[in-house]
């Protein structure tokens, strides 16, 4: 069976624990059953919010499962639950919320529309995995019940459990027939993005929480598969989404009561990111300025670490600081890599430190999947540089525009996309040079008034009202809808390294339009 998420989410409950490990072992490698762990529910008739603790979707039907752990009563004033201590307290009817549960995923699944010629058989139990629970009631069927008993061979009571509810879905619907896998997994990714919306870095870059993002079933799986490991290295070109999963994977762990830390090269993406992530149990910081850190926080040693654009820090004296930093060392610590497989890095990294971390036996998690850049763009970079941007599904988008860079043409084209209805902030112009050196400084005064030049301080309110700029050295792991690239003589083969670095880096930058300006002409 498969469950999602891979990785239990935090949870006080012991027995929410054992029955997802137990849900684990059930139906190994059968690809007809579907776990969901912790479902929320929008559109419950009761609740403004309610939560599914377990729901199952299978060959048989839709199924829901309330757990109940420690001991159970009930008396004149309702249910009640007893602790370890004999202490009651009152508590919610179980059968009732896991009826009422249901029917709220019924109910979004009848809404959507989606699912109109298919009758789905649903059931909803109870599990008491800590009593034997042999009460008869009006409320409930002994089939419905899972107690101590039963637990033990759970893949035996849910086998039981979902035809008994399937044979019952006949009687009220007599050419009900069984889900097949394709429905099944159909109903089970319509389910996945309902239960889980997070915001993108697009999002926070805007200023607004107007839309969300929600996951694909890969960018899900990444983080299932980084979560589930101790030790992970994730790599990926440029706008695979290895800032993004790396901000959400520190927001999950510090969910845990762990004290992390996210560390990165670069002091602007530090000063970015510690605006974003705002969490007691999570600090953020350059690696030169790690151990300031610590004094400051009265930190000796963290439970992980997370580092973002790892490569640049794959050199022996960083790796060196990380082994100080980290419980149990980089050998044996939790620690969670994020790099760039084509080499973001403005020097060439020690490949002696990659095979050091290799042999720690981390788990490789490769992102192939291109969540930034248009089409165009990303085939524009591949063919110009041959790098691996990771393969684009969607977002057509406009062509990339190539121009021969004049003050007078610069202008234009800044003139030109605000007269297209481009806003200002979404537009930052990029350059191998100081502001003072570059081109735009070049421009008349008032050209120069609508230019905001990005410093490490005010990229933590990134995007500024104006149009912006940056150094590309300096715009590592961050983005924006428009990339306007001046200063850069056209590419060819004699180009040193870190020049073709600086391309690689500029261009991925832009989500929805690159336009380059060369300057072979100035």
Not at 125 to 143: C, L, M, S, T
Request: charge should be negative.
């Amino acid at each position: 069976m498969k469950i999602i998420p891979a990785h239990l989410y935090p949870t006080e409950s012991k027995a929410e624990k054992r029955i997802f490990t137990k849900l684990k072992e059930c139906f190994v490698n059968d690809n007809k059953y579907v776990a969901f762990h912790s479902l929320n529910l929008t559109a419950h008739n009761e609740k403004r919010f309610g939560e599914a603790d377990f729901v199952v979707i299978c060959q048989y039907g839709l199924f829901v499962f309330e757990v109940k752990g420690g001991g159970v009563g009930f008396n004149d004033e309702g249910w009640y639950s007893i602790d370890k201590n004999n202490q009651t307290h009152k508590i919610q009817d179980p059968f009732k919320q896991s009826q009422g549960a249901l029917h709220a995923i019924e109910k979004k699944i009848k809404d959507s529309h989606k699912f109109d010629t298919l009758h789905i058989p649903i059931g909803h139990g109870v599990i008491f995995p800590d009593i034997e629970f042999k009460q008869a009631g009006g409320e409930w069927e002994a089939q419905m019940v899972c107690d101590k008993q039963k637990f033990k061979n759970f893949e035996s009571f849910l086998s039981k459990f979902f035809r008994y509810w399937f044979n019952e879905n006949k009687k009220k619907i007599y050419r009900i027939e069984c889900l097949s896998i394709e429905k099944i997994q159909e109903i089970a990714k319509y389910l996945r993005p309902y239960f889980e919306v997070i915001e993108t870095l697009q999002n926070i870059l805007e200023g607004s929480s107007q839309r969300a993002f929600k996951l694909t079933e890969e960018q899900y799986e990444y983080l299932d598969a980084v979560e589930a490991n101790n030790r992970v290295l994730c790599f990926g070109g440029a706008g695979t989404g290895k800032t993004f999963l790396a901000a959400e994977l520190a927001r999950r762990i510090a969910n845990e009561d762990k004290k992390i830390v996210v560390i990165c090269k670069s002091e602007w993406l530090c000063n970015y990111l510690r605006k974003k992530i705002v969490n007691e149990f999570v600090s953020v910081s350059t690696i030169d300025s790690i151990k300031v850190t610590m004094r400051r926080e009265g930190i000796e040693k963290y439970a992980a670490l997370i580092v973002d654009e790892g490569q640049d820090v794959f050199n022996l004296q960083d790796m060196d600081i990380l082994d100080e930093i980290l419980d149990n060392e980089l050998e044996n610590g939790e620690w969670y890599i994020f790099h760039d497989s084509n080499n973001q890095a403005f020097k060439e990294i020690d490949k002696e430190v990659l095979e050091l971390l290799e042999s720690y036996s981390p788990t490789r998690v490769p992102l192939n999947k291109n969540c930034r850049n248009t089409k165009h763009i990303v085939k524009y970079i591949n063919d110009l540089l041959s790098v691996d941007m990771g393969r684009k599904e969607v977002a057509e988008g406009p062509e990339v525009r190539e121009l021969y860079a004049s003050e007078i043409c610069i202008s234009e084209v800044l003139d030109d996309l605000l007269d297209d209805g481009v806003i200002a902030k979404n537009i930052t112009i990029l350059s191998p040079q100081e502001y003072r050196h570059s081109s735009i400084a070049r421009l008349p005064e008032s050209k120069q008034n609508r230019i905001t030049p990005l410093d490490s301080y005010s990229i933590r309110n990134f995007p500024v009202e104006n149009i912006s700029y940056a150094e590309i050295k300096n715009f590592k792991g961050l983005e924006n809808e428009v990339i306007v690239l001046v200063d850069m003589p056209q590419l060819n083969s004699e180009k040193e390294m870190q020049t073709h670095t600086e391309y690689y880096v500029a261009m991925s930058r832009a989500k929805g339009l690159l336009v380059v300006l060369w300057s072979n002409n100035l």
